[in-house]
């Protein structure tokens, strides 16, 4: 008979915020699945435990195939994360796909998630949001991604570690201006926790000055609604703003996709005036 796979969320900081049922979970699983062994060890010490555990990190390498196997010769798994909730922006989200489609039984045992957390207390818009997790790290990559984001109403999270800070905060800036509101949750849970809410202007300021510390979750308000009702915009004006967007270096689909928000036209559609506007443009 199969075992059960686990997926267990740890403290995102405070191991006071440890659920009995989390270290029960652990206690009785055959063996742990975690991101990184090495914090995981620290956190079954902290629980006195001794369980035989596998980094499941690089699924790429066929750790998720070694894992799924024990699980299906009767032993149950324990996977769980450095912090927080683990298959969220993580790649033990491919070992729960994989175990579902085998038929074994997947089992979850909650606890506090960083962004959840930053959002109850972020003073945003919490009924209706969207999660981005860590933006790209290629630089036009990462451009296209705001570039999706412009006519985004719903308020935004973002992961952040602390020496890619500045740049996002360059990043977010450019994109959506510096009145937009953002809060700043900094070391949620632990000694130096840090709630700040704010504008992306005085951020980037502040920053400049001022060493990010610490991993940060970014919480910031979605596009704000418009008092009066636009003017429909013509597919000649959505593609002009789509070659506008090309020029601040967006691909062109990427482009036409952003430009195509909020219009009655696809993304195709501009994607082809796009096109047109370019070939009739001089050399």
């Known amino acids: 008979m199969a075992g059960i796979l686990y997926i267990v969320a740890t403290p995102i900081g405070n191991l006071d915020d440890m659920p009995p049922r989390v270290a029960a979970t652990f206690g009785a699983a055959d063996f742990v699945a975690a991101e990184d062994t090495r914090v995981t060890m620290r956190l079954l010490n902290y629980l006195g435990l001794k369980k035989p555990m596998v980094s499941y990190y690089e699924h790429a390498l066929q750790k998720g195939e070694g894992i799924l196997r ?15 909730m683990p298959c969220v922006s993580d790649p033990g989200e491919v070992i ?3 175990a579902l489609a085998r038929g074994i039984k997947v089992v979850p045992v909650p606890a506090a998630s960083a962004c959840v957390t930053a959002l109850a207390v972020s003073g945003q818009d ?3 949001w969207v999660f981005e997790g860590f933006l790209p790290v290629n630089r036009k990559q990462k451009k296209e991604r705001l570039a999706e984001l412009l006519g985004e109403k719903r308020t935004v999270i973002f992961y952040e570690a602390p020496h890619k800070l500045r740049t996002t905060l360059d990043d977010l800036v450019n994109a959506f201006g510096p009145e937009r509101s953002i809060t700043l949750c900094r070391e949620l849970t632990k000694l130096h926790e840090e709630i ?15 060493e990010p510390r610490g991993e940060y979750v970014l919480v910031m308000a979605g596009a704000p609604a418009s008092t009066e009702p636009e003017a429909e915009m013509t597919l000649e004006q959505a593609a ?4 506008e967007l090309t020029g601040q270096g967006f691909g062109p ?6 430009a195509a928000q909020g219009t009655p036209y696809s993304k195709s559609e501009v994607y082809k005036a796009l ?6 443009e001089p050399e």
């Open 96 to 98: 729960v796909r994989d």
């Open 253 to 258: 689909t990427a482009a036409a996709k952003a």
């Open 240 to 243: 002009q703003r789509a070659l």
């Open 275 to 280: 096109l047109t506007i370019q070939q009739r």
């Open 70 to 84: 024990r699980i299906e010769a009767g032993e149950n798994c324990a996977l769980c994360s450095d912090a927080g």
């Open 196 to 210: 700040w809410k704010t504008t992306l202007g005085e951020a980037q300021a502040h920053y400049a000055a001022n």
């Open 126 to 128: 919490t009924s209706r």
